[in-house]
């Protein structure tokens, strides 16, 4: 119970803390709508559980162990997340999502899911953390593929819990966050702080 108890608040705590997810559920949620945004959310969640699994594995422990396997994941996910950014400075929305420039729903769910899962699973260091943090909460013993995958899955409810409360904060101020000039302003800051992110993830080490 105590190792539950531990775990609990610590992953609460790191769940709290703002980064790349954050502000790519926020960024969804004022631009194509809470439904989008949930699919976005429910993207980065679900990449913490194959994490977890992977984990659980043994696979995590390769990033660990093989600098070549961690840097290739690396620089994947940073190409990937300076593809965000860049897309969106250069391209910023002028309308939100249901205009006569937008997408059908199918593939807008379909690319806010894939936005969501990839930039969680492209980032290796999510795995490294994983591989690291969550073996100190396993009882001595149990099963540690049974352990890892639970305490993913425990990560991914809290997870979506936090993003209700960032939603439903969003849609609060959704009359003036759909503007076009404020939409403008909103991708190509997030832009930024994906290109920031991107830059952060390729200059990191293990």
């Known amino acids: 119970m105590t190792l539950i108890l531990s775990f609990l608040f610590a992953i609460t705590i790191l769940t709290l803390t703002p980064g790349f997810d954050t502000a790519l559920v926020l960024r969804s949620a004022a631009a194509q709508g809470w439904k989008r945004a949930w699919v976005t959310a429910f993207g980065v969640t679900l990449g913490c559980l194959v994490w977890g699994v992977a984990v659980g594995l043994g696979l995590g422990a390769l990033l660990l162990a ?3 396997a961690y840097n290739l994941l690396k620089w994947i996910g940073a190409a990937y997340l300076l593809y965000l950014g860049v897309k969106l400075l250069i391209n910023p929305r ?7 420039q937008a997408q059908s729903k199918e593939q807008s769910y379909v690319a806010c899911f894939t936005r969501g899962l990839f930039g969680n699973l492209l980032n290796p260091k999510v795995g490294v953390f994983y591989v690291t943090f969550l073996p100190q909460f396993i009882p001595a013993g149990a099963s540690v ?9 425990t990560h991914m409810v809290i997870g979506l819990l936090w993003n209700a409360v960032l939603i439903g904060s969003s849609q ?3 009359a003036h966050l759909r503007r076009p000039a404020v939409l403008k302003v909103m991708d190509r800051l997030t832009g930024c702080v994906f290109i920031g992110f991107a830059a952060k993830l390729a200059l990191s080490r293990r």
Do not use: I, K, N, R
């Open 66 to 68: 093989s600098e070549m």
């Open 94 to 100: 002028t309308q939100a999502e249901g205009g006569q």
């Open 145 to 153: 593929p049974l352990w890892c995958t639970l305490m993913a899955l």
């Open 172 to 174: 609060y101020f959704s």
